[in-house]
């Protein structure tokens, strides 16, 4: 019997995908960003459309063009981070699909909502200043903490110089409100 021709295999399998993990799903119920957050979403979602996929894609047709694909690194690579490009692509549309943007600050300006600034005070006199936001853009090197964090989950509904609980790794610590201010 003769050889099949290179030509009749599929070398495309994206069998690989299994090899990476898959984006989180997003979640049920009110997932809450702010517009800043939701503007930033909307870039890396552009940037991966219109700058990342069409580079990468260029990458992999001059690797594919070099010949026999299936020990090409550069042809391997690519479909690789293709494939990453692609699931963050899907990843990030169902997320601003799924997100509420909290538009304008609460009512209440004297309580701790969803976007507060907040300085608190613990146990030991040291403040600390965060900002209350979504899961998808909290970023601690700018003070921006989860909703879902231990310290948002104990601070939210509080009113200035009320006391809370928050539950950290090391055991439960008593903080008091200090601040509270929200931008527009």
């Not at 070398?11 to 809450?32: C, K, M, N, Q, V």
């Not at 006391?163 to 201010?181: L, Q, W, Y």
Request: proline share 5%; aromatic share 8%.
């Amino acid at each position: 019997m003769g050889s099949m021709s290179k030509a009749f295999v599929n070398e495309d399998t994206d069998s690989e995908d299994e090899d990476l993990p898959e984006e989180p799903a997003p979640r049920r119920g009110a997932a809450y960003i702010t517009p800043q957050g939701f503007r930033a979403l909307q870039a890396e979602l552009a940037r991966l459309w219109k700058v990342e996929r069409p580079r990468v894609t260029d990458e992999v047709a001059t690797a594919a063009a070099q010949g026999d694909r299936s020990e090409n690194a550069e042809y391997i690579y690519g479909k690789k981070k293709l494939r990453e490009i692609d699931r963050r692509i899907r990843f990030l549309t169902r997320r601003l699909d799924a997100v509420t943007v909290v538009q304008a600050p609460p009512e209440e300006r004297d309580r701790v909502f969803f976007g507060a600034w907040v300085t608190i005070e613990d146990e030991d006199g040291v403040e600390s200043t965060y900002r209350i936001v979504g899961s998808d853009e909290f970023d601690l090197a700018k003070k921006w903490i989860s909703i879902d964090s231990p310290v948002a989950r104990a601070l939210v509904g509080k009113r200035l110089g009320e006391d809370a609980t928050v539950m950290r790794p090391k055991g439960p610590t008593e903080v008091t409100v200090r601040a509270i201010r929200y931008e527009e």
